[in-house]
Antibody, heavy 121, light 107 residues
Framework: EVQLVESGGGLVQPGRSLRLSCAGSGFTFDDFAMHWVRQAPGQGLEWVSGISWNRVFIGYADSVKGRFTISRDNAKNSLYLQMNSLRAEDTAFYYC??????????????WGQGTLVTVSS | DIQMTQSPSSLSAYVGDRVTITCRASQSIGTYLTWFHQKPGKAPQLLIYAASTLQSGVPSRFSGSGSGTDFTLTISSLQPEDSATYYCQQSDSTPYTFGQGTKLEIK
């Protein structure tokens, strides 16, 4: 069974940084693209970033480009999201998601349960 | 960026009804279109990928169609457990944008 467990969320002041982690299990981690998707409370889904299995292809939403960095450690079956210069509008549940084998024109297959990031002074 | 527009934003229907949700892309995306649904307090779940391919384990009352800019998700016979918010997402080009969601309620 595919399991994706996010960690690292919490309350952070505007302008500060936070690093989210996602531990994957139940599948061959380095065979699949991975994504981060967020959802502000009571709002819709927003794709944040995605990374191919070999880190060659990386993409970001315009709203986070230059502030957030996605990375992965296939040896540790882990996905990360480094979030810098956080803003109030970054407040959301952040979901780790397993993609299909290809990130280009692939799709999201499985989702974690999410971790809440609150940006507030 | 490609904009995804769903309609309606919300709808209410009876058990047994046939329900259709539409998703329109601001430019052609081929068949790189995925449908999810999300129940309150839960993570989204994959229903359909590549516009019309049913994900394993998803009931056959769900179906998808379309290509280019216009897509539909159809539930052939609505069940109580289908009450959820439905989202489309394009993966033709980054950023992989979602529609704004369609909230489906059971009367």
């Amino acid at each position: 069974e595919v399991q994706l467990v996010e960690s690292g969320g919490g309350l952070v002041q505007p302008g500060r940084s936070l690093r989210l982690s996602c531990a994957g299990s139940g599948f061959t981690f380095d065979d699949f693209a991975m994504h981060w998707v967020r959802q502000a409370p009571g709002q819709g889904l927003e794709w944040v970033s995605g990374i191919s299995w070999n880190r060659v292809f990386i993409g970001y939403a315009d709203s986070v480009k230059g502030r957030f960095t996605i990375s992965r450690d296939n040896a540790k079956n882990s996905l990360y999201l480094q979030m810098n210069s956080l803003r109030a509008e970054d407040t959301a549940f952040y979901y780790c998601a397993k993609g299909s084998t290809t990130i280009r024109r692939g799709f999201i297959v499985n989702w974690g349960q999410g971790t809440l990031v609150t940006v507030s002074s | 960026d490609i904009q995804m527009t769903q309609s309606p934003s919300s709808l209410s229907a009876y058990v047994g009804d046939r329900v259709t949700i539409t998703c329109r892309a601001s430019q052609s995306i081929g068949t790189y279109l995925t449908w999810f649904h999300q129940k309150p307090g839960k993570a989204p779940q994959l229903l359909i990928y590549a516009a019309s391919t049913l994900q394993s384990g998803v009931p056959s009352r769900f179906s998808g169609s379309g290509s280019g800019t216009d897509f539909t998700l159809t539930i052939s016979s609505l069940q109580p457990e289908d009450s959820a918010t439905y989202y489309c997402q394009q993966s033709d080009s980054t950023p992989y944008t979602f529609g704004q969601g369609t909230k489906l309620e059971i009367k």
